[in-house]
């Protein structure tokens, strides 16, 4: 982190800037099998198209809400960092009819259609893989993020002491997401560049966020972001620590 990082997509520059070939995001499914390991490049490849996708395609502006009705994933990060790109506010969980605009994995398309913005839908298949048929009145994000730009840049200076981030009821600034992100990580521990948390925690809390994605950003580590990590059992989940070079824990 640097002094003048002060939103999750200026930790997401700064990171960029440091080693951009490092492993940012490593994702487990412990239901499919699945593993996706995302260096900060193609994270901020990912984020850059998503947050063009918001801007250009779904019109989204600063302070404009989105409800994000997806599971810890790493797409799911990517949304967060793609909000905070733009300004708009990314709200976890968030009620669809209350939302600008919402993104719902293949679960909860039902609540999502109380929607009356544009509706984004997400397989949440490995390899971030399209849905076999577009569920109705929703756009697959896996066909439209593809031909996206590489890089972004937004309309309006996104300011950081605006609405952010809205999960569990509390709301968040961009700042303070950063300041929190970072003054907490030494409690996770997380000491710093090299640090590898592995997370088993949901995304609807703060809890689960920080140590899913904005502390270890905001650190120069990385995270292990295992779901459905219950099912892996405590041999496995010892495996993994070791084959993954975890240096710290939440689950």
Not at 130 to 135: A, E, G, L, Y
Not at 165 to 192: H, I, K, N, Q, W
Request: with cysteine; glycine share 10%; proline share 6%.
């Amino acid at each position: 982190m640097n002094a003048t990082d002060r939103t999750p997509a200026d930790l997401l520059r700064s990171a960029l800037a440091a080693d951009a070939g490092r492993p940012l995001v490593t994702f487990y499914d412990d239901a499919t099998g699945e593993r996706v390991e995302l260096s900060v490049a193609t994270f901020a490849n990912w984020v850059a198209k998503t947050a063009n996708l918001l801007q250009g395609e779904l019109s989204a502006e600063p302070g404009d809400r989105v409800a994000l009705l997806l599971p810890a994933h790493w797409q799911t990060a990517v949304w967060l960092l793609a909000c905070s790109s733009v300004g708009v506010v990314a709200d976890v969980g968030g009620d669809p009819k209350a939302a600008d605009i919402v993104v719902s994995g293949p679960d909860t398309l039902d609540a999502a259609r109380a929607c009356s913005g544009s509706r984004i839908a997400l397989a949440l298949r490995p390899l971030g893989g399209r849905f076999p048929q577009t569920p109705d009145g929703f756009a697959d994000y896996a066909v439209e993020v593809p031909g996206q730009g590489d890089r972004f840049a937004p309309f309006a200076p996104v300011d950081p002491d605006e609405p952010a981030l809205v999960v569990a009821g509390r709301e968040f600034s961009g700042a303070e997401v950063v300041e929190r992100a970072s003054a907490e990580a030494s409690g996770l521990g997380l000491t710093g560049p090299g640090s590898r948390l592995l997370s088993g925690l949901a995304y609807d809390t703060w809890e689960g966020l920080r140590a899913g994605l904005y502390s270890p950003l905001a650190t120069g580590g990385s995270v292990v972001l295992c779901r459905n990590l219950e099912r892996l059992g405590e041999e496995g989940l010892a495996k993994r620590v070791e084959s993954e070079r975890v240096t710290a824990t939440a689950h």
